[in-house]
């Protein structure tokens, strides 16, 4: 009966920032959420509305994650488990859905398809097509992620904690990151080729920066300052180059 509500929650899901405020950051949004699924247990008025009281406490995650706590606290809520074992549940997960939202959607997905839509601009198309692939990229990314999450909490119950550090997302994040990192590179390359010698050039200094990354990726964590050294003397030159 719990998957009777999971496309509505699923919908709901999208509007839990819509009462972000100060008190209970998301508490609102996830019971509001929570709903369609607290609707078919079977509850009075009176135990619904306990239960959501219960759940407008302060709670915070990443809104692209936030399914993973709603589906497991669902299952929770589903199997009559105490108030207070729902309530340590919750305060022991947001911390790492909040860190590992931000690390897999900020710090690597956003980037990357950005960097992915201004790399086609540069390769000439219109600036429509660019912003759109960026668009269908980056929500086609998003809202997987959100199912994905939801089905995941819905899936494992309180043990959801569990599956997520054998599915080890931060190497996922970083493989992310390593590719965004790629497509800077050839990004970086072309532009500076562009500046120095003309457009034409653009594609020398695409596989430079290709050369480039995959150096760094090799060596970098290695010998950091080198690198670090290594890059500045190059941008310096170019730049000299630039003023002749």
């Not at 008190?23 to 509305?49: C, K, N, Q, T, Y």
């Not at 709603?70 to 549940?89: D, N, S, T, Y």
């Not at 790629?182 to 290709?210: E, H, P």
């Given at each position: 009966?719990?998957?009777?509500?999971?496309?509505?929650?699923?919908?709901?899901?999208?509007?839990?920032?819509?009462?972000?405020?100060?008190?209970?950051?998301?508490?609102?949004?996830?019971?509001?959420?929570?709903?369609?699924?607290?609707?078919?247990?079977?509850?009075?008025?009176?135990?619904?509305?306990?239960?959501?009281?219960?759940?407008?406490?302060?709670?915070?995650?990443?809104?692209?994650?936030?399914?993973?706590?709603?589906?497991?606290?669902?299952?929770?809520?589903?199997?009559?488990?105490?108030?207070?074992?729902?309530?340590?549940?919750?305060?022991?997960?947001?911390?790492?859905?909040?860190?590992?939202?931000?690390?897999?959607?900020?710090?690597?997905?956003?980037?990357?398809?950005?960097?992915?839509?201004?790399?086609?601009?540069?390769?000439?198309?219109?600036?429509?097509?660019?912003?759109?692939v960026f668009l269908i990229a980056y929500n086609a990314g998003h809202v997987a992620l959100r199912y994905w999450s939801l089905h995941l909490g819905l899936a494992e119950g309180r043990e959801v904690g569990r599956s997520l550090g054998e599915m080890n997302l931060s190497h996922v994040a970083g493989r992310i990151r390593s590719g965004g990192t790629l497509l800077l590179g050839i990004l970086s390359g072309a532009l500076f080729g562009s500046y120095l010698m003309g457009?034409?050039?653009?594609?020398?200094?695409?596989?430079?920066?290709?050369?480039?990354?995959?150096?760094?990726?090799?060596?970098?964590?290695?010998?950091?300052?080198?690198?670090?050294?290594?890059?500045?003397?190059?941008?310096?030159?170019?730049?000299?180059?630039?003023?002749?």
């Amino acid at each position: 009966m719990i998957l009777g509500g999971q496309l509505s929650a699923f919908l709901r899901s999208f509007a839990v920032q819509g009462s972000w405020n100060y008190r209970s950051l998301l508490g609102s949004g996830f019971a509001f959420s929570l709903i369609p699924f607290l609707r078919r247990h079977d509850l009075s008025s009176d135990e619904l509305e306990a239960t959501l009281r219960r759940h407008l406490e302060p709670f915070n995650s990443h809104p692209y994650l936030v399914g993973v706590a709603l589906g497991a606290v669902a299952r929770m809520e589903e199997r009559r488990e105490a108030p207070e074992v729902i309530r340590k549940f919750k305060e022991a997960i947001r911390g790492s859905l909040g860190s590992l939202g931000d690390s897999l959607v900020w710090g690597a997905w956003r980037p990357t398809t950005l960097l992915l839509g201004l790399l086609i601009a540069w390769a000439g198309a219109p600036p429509w097509i660019s912003v759109t692939v960026f668009l269908i990229a980056y929500n086609a990314g998003h809202v997987a992620l959100r199912y994905w999450s939801l089905h995941l909490g819905l899936a494992e119950g309180r043990e959801v904690g569990r599956s997520l550090g054998e599915m080890n997302l931060s190497h996922v994040a970083g493989r992310i990151r390593s590719g965004g990192t790629l497509l800077l590179g050839i990004l970086s390359g072309a532009l500076f080729g562009s500046y120095l010698m003309g457009a034409s050039a653009g594609w020398l200094w695409g596989t430079v920066g290709i050369a480039g990354f995959g150096l760094g990726h090799r060596f970098g964590a290695r010998a950091p300052r080198l690198s670090g050294l290594t890059l500045v003397g190059v941008i310096t030159l170019l730049m000299a180059l630039g003023n002749l």
